[in-house]
C-alpha cells in the first residue's frame, strides 16, 4: 500500500510504524491482520479524548449535556462524516465481496485512533481526534434541545454499557385510518417494563420510552 | 474534609489541588461543587484505561472478548467492589436523605478517576485505574468473559461438581399481553435462594440467577 500522506496530514501524525496505519484500514473482510482489535482501543480512547476536549470546553455545562454531546460524537454518523473529510473511502482495504459501508468507514475512524495510541501514546491520539473532529467540535451546539424520549434512553443505557431497550407491539387496534397501538419498551438492567399507546408505532414508542425513564428516575 | 491519606495511598496519586478529591466524593444530593461533571470525564478515561490495558495485557485475544472484558470491569457491580477497596463508603459527601447506594459509589469511582486526570493527567490516571482495579484485572479469565446468569451459575455449580440450580415460577400476574413472573432460584450446597421478576418466564429466571450469584460472592 502506498503510503497515505494526505491521511497523515489531516489526523496530524506521522506513524513511526507504518504498519498499524496498514493495520487500522484493514477490515476483518480482508483477513488477518485486521482492524478490529484496534477498533476496540480506539474505541475507548476516542471517548476520553472527546469527553476531555467537551470538560474543558463547556466549564459550565451539567453532566446531561456533555453526555448527550459526546454520543453525538461517536455515533455512526458523526465517524462515517468523519471518514469522509480524511479520505478513507478509498484507502480501504477489504473483502472481495465486502462494501465499504458507513459502519465500515465508522469502525476504520476508530481504528486509526486506536494505532495512533498505539503509535504515540494519548497525547498524539488526542490531538489525532482534535485534527479529525475539529469541524464537528466546532458545531456542537450546547443548548440543543432535549432529545427524544427514546433517544434519551439509548444514550442513557449507553453511557452506563448496558443493554439496549427492546420494544415490541402488545396490541393493534382500530381500522387502518384510526389505528390505536399499545407498545412494550423493556430493558434488562434494571429490569423494568413500560407501556405506551399511541396512534402510530413510532409515537407508541415514545410514549413507552418516556414511561421507562420516569421509572428510572 | 480531613484529607484521606489513606485513598490516595491506594490510588497512588497525590493530589495537588485536594479541593479536586473532595468534588469527587461529593454528591449531587449534597449540593452545588458535586461530583457530576467529574463522573462524566472519569468515565471516558476508565474506558480508556481499561481498554489500553487489555489491548496490552491480552495480545491475542479477538476484539468480542476484549469488549466483553471491559464491560465486566465499567459496570456498577464492579465499580461498587472498587469503591470498597478504596474505603469510599465512610468518605462520600451526601444529602441528608441520601442513601450512600452502590451506585453512588460506582458514580464516584468514576468521578476520582476524573479528578485524577484534571489534577495529573492521563499517565496519573491511567496509574489510578491500574492500581484501583488490579485486583479485578488480576482475576479477570480472558476464556470466560460475561456469561448469562444462567450460564455462569451452572458453569459454577458444575465445576465444583455440585447439584444444579432448580427454578420455579412463583407467581404470574397480568394478562396474557403483558404479564410479570417471579421465579425462585434454588441450589442446595450452600443452600440458598434468590428471586427474580421479569416480563417472561426466561427474564425472571435470569433475574433470579443473577441475585444468586450476588448471594454467592
Redesign the interface.
Known sequence: MSRPAALEERLGHRFNDARLLEQALTHRSHGAGNN??L???G???L??????E??GRFPG???GK??RL?ASLVREDALAEVAGYLGLGGAMRVGAKQQVTRAVLADAVEALI?AV?VDGG??AARGAVLAAMGPLLDRLDPDQPAKDAKTELQERLQ????PLPQYRI??REGEAHRQSFEV?C?I?EP?L?A?GRGTSRQRAEQEAARALLEKLR
Chains 1, 2 share one sequence.
Do not use: Q
Not at 471517548?47 to 476531555?52: D, L, N, P, V
Open positions: 478490529e482489535r477498533e476496540f482501543l474505541d475507548g480512547v471517548g476520553c479524548a472527546i469527553a476531555e467537551l470538560f455545562l451539567p453532566e456533555l453526555t459526546r486506536g495510541f494519548y497525547a453511557a452506563k454499557h448496558l402488545v396490541s412494550e423493556s434488562t429490569p417494563t407501556l
